[in-house]
């Protein structure tokens, strides 16, 4: 069929096609409900009513950004994006990418499970509840990804494929050029600071002297010119491309990854990077408004977990493999390889620690913010957790270079984490 | 039309079916002759009978590789990329590109002017010749080419364009991948150096212990590795792809690059590491058979200035630019951005480096040897120009990375030159 946006009537009627939904249902009676939660996507959810265990998610794209309306036109064919990475994803770890039930590009709906008992982690950070198995979990997902479409496992003709599939998925990589490298760190219409004394109080009072030195710190903006060009010119792998605590659904058992839309083949450490600086912003948070020590700890360990992790589980891929784009069997010894290995991933690490950088600091406008750090009540505690992000999103951009290890990571963190 | 493989008998009737041929030749009879050095392609001249100055080339791509036949299969579409490079290149830099009359994707044709007039550089650096304004009209094609595709001009929108147009060039960057990269310095059937005493008395004395040492130099199988990882995941700008001294034909007023069906989206280094690397063999082989001083002196003065002028323009086309993909007027000022301007072209000069030594190590190889090495008669020449160009190669692939200014290349050179 072609494209028409659905809404609470029309749904059950589309549902009625799709047969992977109607097997799953059987003859329950459905209801359908909007979640107003989504930016940029409409959501529903659609429940049996005589068994509200039983329920599915349908999330369609429409040719506009939701939140706004009709007047910020932003191509719908986002979706297809999203698809193709769903599917990807889920043939690489399926633990971590709720279940698909339908897949339009045309219709740009995707029906997929309901994940009822999952809680978004950023939601669940801010109600300081520890997630023991999360860096486990997750750094699972971001090896099993980053490797397994990286020119490390693909062939060469195999890889040119992933990057068409994903080429064309321009504007959503242009909002990450723009609102992650670019306007956050000027005077831009799109920021919540304006150059003129006619700023209101309410916002201004936002502002801390930290958050302004951006704009003239030249170290700063080389680091964040240097990340934004390697965004936008290193294709290592398929990203989920927006990879923050808002993009993760879990609970004590289980972690799913949500909202690929951004997905994309850029840079291993992007994706990284989104999720470290997601967890340093929750930790300054935490300290700011003094949580408990345990819990300070948890998401010290959980980053330093999924640094480690993610490099050991994808030093383990790479052992397996014996024939890639890149490696040819016969070509190099072990130690050799070793060798190569370790510069690779201490790459990989240092732009971790540079995209972690950027995440951070462009969060700090209040348009962009994360709620771990905007819904802080009291504006001293407030202030003090964008300094502390500033201060460690600054160091991370213009030192990222020089990091050798995850130590190195930690101990930037831990001296300037108060 | 569909695709038909022309031979000398139909060509003249293909010709007239194409009106900017017609018009060139007017009334005149023609006469058709191959040329015979195309290795990929048939390439044939078309001469007017009356006024043999009237000269057109008609290159045809046949689904297989020319110079082997049949049984090594080509994929014709290679034809395309070199048409889409040619009008692109055409369009930044047409001083450089034979005039074309005719491209036809279909027919895997391009019609383009006849040089009748110059000669292949390596042909006429054989013969030492100079060309006094060559590094400065290389150097004009290098950075208009590499700044005017790269995210430093482009809009993010019209860069993932150029990359599309190019990402299915997969059969020839995989000839790259292997025959550069990787089969060079393996045991490996392509290779003349077989791992068994029966290799020919007549072959392995082309075999120098040098070239033998590169299988087992681990430093140098490490960089060769780093620099392939960064040939296929680095997309700055549209390359030539194959930018050796045959790919250029020029006298001492014109310079024009041909062949350019290894077209793709690569990291810039590639294309002047490709010009530098061959531009040193000549030097090498210069060096070990005794050449003119002045020779030499007008190769090492080249190699210079190819690299400090195709900076410097690129510099200049950059100080002209003020929005593009990466820049977004007002987000940084003069001072940071110069900074990150050096810092830019440092890891383009250091990747040429790199990639130089790539080129330069696997044409040791009899199979991949350049004339000007392999067509030295006396064996303790041959052998010098061979060491030469091996110790300067690995000091490149092993070193690049520690490269700081144009001042350092050609200190290894004149140091390892003899």
Redesign the interface.
């Known amino acids: 069929m072609a494209y028409v946006i659905l809404n609470k009537t029309t749904i059950i009627n589309y549902l009625n096609t799709i047969n992977s939904v109607t097997s799953y249902f059987g003859e329950h009676e459905l209801e359908v409900d909007e979640i107003g939660d989504g930016n940029l996507n409409y959501v529903y959810i659609i429940k049996s009513k005589t068994d509200p265990q039983k329920a599915l998610i349908l999330k369609q794209a429409v040719p506009y950004l939701r939140c706004v309306g009709e007047e910020y036109p932003l191509s719908k064919e986002r979706m297809t994006y999203e698809i193709r990475a769903l599917q990807l994803f889920t043939s690489t770890t399926s633990a971590y990418i709720p279940k698909l039930y339908d897949v339009n590009e045309t219709m740009s709906t995707v029906i997929m499970q309901f994940l009822g008992e999952h809680l978004i982690m950023r939601k669940g950070m801010i109600a300081q509840i520890t997630y023991p198995d999360f860096a486990d979990h997750i750094s699972t997902f971001l090896a099993q990804n980053l490797f397994k479409t990286s ?1 490390l496992h693909l062939n ?2 195999e ?2 494929q992933l ?2 599939r994903f ?2 998925n ?1 504007e959503l ?2 909002l990450t ?2 609102f992650v490298f ?2 956050a ?3 831009h219409e799109t920021n919540d600071v304006s150059s003129g004394p006619e700023v209101g109080s309410e916002i201004s009072s936002e502002i801390s002297p930290e958050v302004m030195s951006l704009f003239s710190d ?2 700063f ?2 680091g964040v ?2 990340l ?2 390697k965004f ?5 792998a398929l990203l989920h491309g927006d990879l923050h605590t808002g993009s993760i659904m879990l609970n004590q058992d289980e972690t799913f990854v949500i909202d690929p839309e951004f997905a994309f083949v850029g840079p291993y450490g992007f994706d990284i990077g989104a999720l470290i600086g997601n967890l340093i912003m929750s930790y300054a948070s935490h300290v700011a408004v003094n949580s408990a020590q345990a819990y300070l700890a948890w998401i010290l360990q959980t980053i330093e977990d999924v640094l480690v992790l993610t490099q050991d589980k994808f030093l383990n891929l790479w052992q397996e493999q014996k024939e890639s ?4 069997e ?4 072990e ?3 070793t ?2 290995k370790n ?2 991933m201490l790459n990989m690490l240092k732009d971790t620690v540079g995209f972690a950088g950027c995440k951070m600091a462009r969060r700090m406008f209040g348009i962009a913010g994360v709620a771990d750090i905007r819904e802080i009540e009291d504006d001293v505690q407030k202030e003090k957790a964008i300094n502390i992000t500033l201060k460690i999103a600054k160091l991370f951009v213009k030192n990222y270079q020089n990091i050798t290890s995850v130590k190195d990571v930690m101990q930037l963190i831990e001296e300037n984490g108060h």
């Open positions: 020119s060469s003709t890889k040119r990057i068409d080429n064309q321009t990589c242009k050029e723009d670019t306007f760190f000027m005077e030249l170290a903006k080389q010119l240097g934004k060009y936008m010119t290193q294709t290592d784009a890149l490696i040819t016969g070509f190099i010894n130690t050799s390889l060798l190569y510069e690779f």
